[in-house]
């Protein structure tokens, strides 16, 4: 997949058999799921048997497994309350559970990101600097009342910030972290599968 993305392999044997490859990604994909909710039952129940710390949080993590995931796959013949459509006992509980939980969660990494960004963002030397103005930048285009301040300054500046700072550094920078993280996690997985790395294994 790598090679056939730098090079033309349309009609070429690379191309004919990339569908297939992405095919047998969907497939192990699939397998890893169901072998990620089997690991987590396996863990939390071990847990819960042994009575470890934290054991009561486990068995709440066991129990929302199980409720979820049961009348999401039962069939919508039996009563429309199963499934994953409107109505669902499955969307009921992801609407009125999980979401407000997770949007809890990000609440509360909010202020962990801003006082981690009041520690970054000290002016302490030229690139802490620069860091620092280009935030204040890109949080005034962000914010609607620092967008209108913008605005009043010059029309174009929201443009050039969304052209120059968010479509260019910024986005060459995501790449760089993107291109190190694919790399790390294929050298990774190349890793688990000559048997090199154990550590998931617990050894």
């Known amino acids: 997949m790598v090679v056939s993305f ?6 070429s044997f690379l191309g004919r058999i990339e569908p297939e490859i992405l095919s047998w990604v969907t497939i192990v994909g699939g397998f890893t799921l169901l072998l990620g909710v089997v690991s987590i039952v396996r863990v939390n129940y ?3 048997k042994r009575k470890a710390d934290g054991w009561g949080y ?3 993590t066991l129990i929302s497994v199980f409720v979820i995931a049961i009348p999401a796959m039962l ?3 039996w009563s429309d309350q199963f499934g994953r459509g409107d109505g669902s006992i499955y969307k009921w509980l992801f609407n009125y ?3 407000p939980m997770m ?3 990000f609440a509360m990494l909010a202020f962990y990101i801003a006082s981690a960004a009041f520690r970054a963002f000290r002016a302490r030397n030229a690139e802490a600097t620069l860091l620092l103005i280009t935030a204040i930048i890109v949080m005034l285009w962000r914010v609607p009342m620092g967008e209108e301040f913008l605005l009043s300054i010059h029309p174009d500046i929201p443009g050039w910030i969304n052209t120059y700072i968010m479509g260019g550094a910024n986005l060459a920078v995501q790449r760089g972290i993107i291109i190190g993280a694919a790399l790390g996690a294929a050298a990774m997985a ?3 599968m000559l048997g090199i790395e154990r550590t998931y294994m617990g050894k």
């Open 6 to 11: 730098f090079f033309r392999a349309e009609g």
């Open 46 to 48: 071990t847990a819960v």
């Open 58 to 60: 486990k068995l709440a």
């Open 75 to 77: 069939p919508t013949g």
């Open 97 to 99: 559970l999980d979401a």
């Open 103 to 105: 949007a809890t969660m």
């Open 190 to 192: 190349l890793r688990i």
